[in-house]
């Protein structure tokens, strides 16, 4: 969707109009917009037609001063950006082929944050995959095209706010088409041929691929007993932003099960199709790889993707099997289903121990118990650093993707440590505190810096977004499918805007 900034107070296409409650009249900031149509939206406003409570939306069509929508922003004193954002979703939700493809945006704000916020909600609701349906060609698909109308002085804050917003949403985008590609496309090697083929748009990224082989003979146990039953083969895939540049930087892991069958402790049938949406942790690292690399960001970022086909087959890996892992601690697999943590236990130790990590953060598809848990309205949050967790958790609300708080308790190391055979056990004594048991197995895997009594674990956090990622009704910022949440969470935690 293309989004401009004008401040000719002139109408391109249909207006839109963002109203506040009990508005009563058009507001009298909004010069040009011709008589006959303002005369009817005063009409509606001042019959108390409509009301403009928060994503409440009506459309005037037929007068001769031009096509209207009216959108609601709900009380004044409480709208602040995510009002503004919802808002601009909505449009585009509501945007039926009647209203054209152009619209001009007028507000009664002057507020640059509240502006570009509305560009931004329709920028990412402007989302459909329809790659595997045959083109129509009556029904040819034009670009939607908005101008948001503000004061001169304004115009080139608001645009550069704008265009940073572009280059956040490429990012979200991004992960969108990567989780919701079907499975027998989205293969590890596949993800890794896309993350290559991205790398020559930009100078300042590389991509390094370990393929099977590679990860067999560097030790990555866990990767490899995930992977080694399907024909298409493991891989870690490794994205460096700005490379040359010295010191501390953060490191993104994701969980890449392009498809997650559960292996030989097999899923039941129903909803399996979903388990596609199993490498939504690496569309995720990927995904804000793009988008840190399109708005130009200039320090060091690295992100490492774990990706594997979990499927059942004579070369498979059993439940009972002892795994040695790239740290070198073993793990007993007692289910093959529990496989997002052994993929993750390499590329965490790979991630504290390759890179000068500032902190790292793992996202991941990780337990149905998460989903139990918190539905599909927040992310689980389990950091080994309270001020850290509190630091995500913020930057999540910045952006109204909310992460939740989770605990990692001693009990739950406990319980994931006490395998009569091995270091570690990919599965908790009991169903209880599913999301819980899987983080504290994850906490075993991340690397301490630092010799003897200085020894300390590296800054680290965990995201559960098995609930988040996929499936979530009330995220307005999309309509179906893969959600593409905390590209833009990291965008804020990592640049701090
Ligand atoms: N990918 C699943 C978790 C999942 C479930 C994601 C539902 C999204 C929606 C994961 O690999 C898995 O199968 N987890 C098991 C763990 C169990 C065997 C300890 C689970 O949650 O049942
Ligand atoms: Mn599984
Ligand atoms: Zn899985």
């Known amino acids: 969707m293309q989004v401009t900034v004008s401040s000719g107070n002139n109408i391109n296409g249909t207006l839109v109009l963002p109203l506040f409650e009990g508005a009563e009249s058009v507001p009298e900031t909004n010069e040009g917009i011709p008589t006959a149509l303002k005369s009817q939206i005063n009409r509606v406003l001042g019959d108390g037609d409509f009301k403009a409570k928060a994503n409440a939306t009506m459309s005037l069509m037929g007068t001769e001063g031009g096509k209207a929508i009216l959108i609601g922003l709900g009380k004044e004193d409480k709208a602040d950006h995510h009002t503004y954002r919802k808002a601009g979703a909505t449009i585009v ?36 995959y329809d790659h595997y349906k045959m083109a129509d060609e009556d029904d040819e698909k034009t670009e939607l095209s908005a101008r948001m109308n503000c004061n001169e002085g304004d115009a080139t804050a608001l645009s550069a706010a704008i265009d940073r917003a572009a280059s956040i949403t490429s990012g979200v985008h991004l992960s969108r088409d990567l989780g919701n590609c079907p499975p027998n496309d989205m293969y590890p090697m596949a993800f890794a041929e896309k993350a290559e083929l991205w790398a020559k748009e930009y100078d300042n990224v590389k991509v390094q691929v370990i393929d099977y082989e590679a990860a067999k ?58 388990m596609k949406y199993d490498m939504g942790g690496s569309a995720t690292v990927f995904g804000t790889m793009q988008a840190l690399a399109s708005c130009g960001y200039d320090k060091k970022v690295v992100g490492i993707t774990c990706m594997a086909e979990n499927m059942p087959a004579a070369n498979a890996q059993r439940p009972g099997d002892v795994i040695k892992t790239l740290s070198g601690k073993t793990i007993e697999v007692l289910n093959t289903d529990a496989e997002g943590r052994l993929v993750l236990s390499d590329g965490l130790w790979k991630a504290g121990t390759d890179f000068d990590a500032e902190y790292i953060i793992d996202f991941a598809t990780l337990t149905g118990a998460c989903v139990v848990a918190l539905g599909h309205e927040a992310t689980g949050l389990w950091s080994n650093d309270e001020d850290f967790r509190t630091r995500i958790h913020e930057a999540g609300n910045a952006v109204g993707e909310l992460a939740w708080p989770m605990p990692l308790l001693p009990a739950f190391e406990k319980e994931m440590t006490d395998s009569k055979i091995a270091d570690t056990r990919n599965l908790g004594a009991g169903r209880y505190g599913g999301a819980n048991t899987a983080a504290a197995f994850l906490k075993q895997f991340v690397p301490e810096r630092g010799e003897g009594d200085e020894a300390k674990q590296i800054t680290w956090a965990h995201m559960d977004i098995a609930g988040t990622y996929w499936g979530a009704k009330t995220n307005k910022m999309v309509g179906n499918g893969a959600t593409g949440i905390h590209v833009r969470t990291l965008v804020k935690l990592i640049t701090g805007q």
């Open 93 to 128: 939700a509501s945007h039926k082929k009647h209203h054209g493809n152009e619209m001009t945006v007028f507000f009664d704000t002057s507020d640059i944050e509240a502006m570009a916020s509305f560009a931004e909600g329709m920028m990412l609701r402007d989302y459909s």
């Open 217 to 274: 003979r560097h030790g990555m146990g866990g990767l490899v007993a995930v992977g080694m039953g399907s024909s298409r083969k493991p891989c870690m895939v490794i994205f460096t932003l700005n490379g040359d540049q010295k010191g501390q930087h953060p490191v993104l892991v994701g969980k890449g099960i392009t498809f997650d069958t559960g292996g030989i402790s097999l899923k039941p049938g129903a909803n399996m199709d979903e």
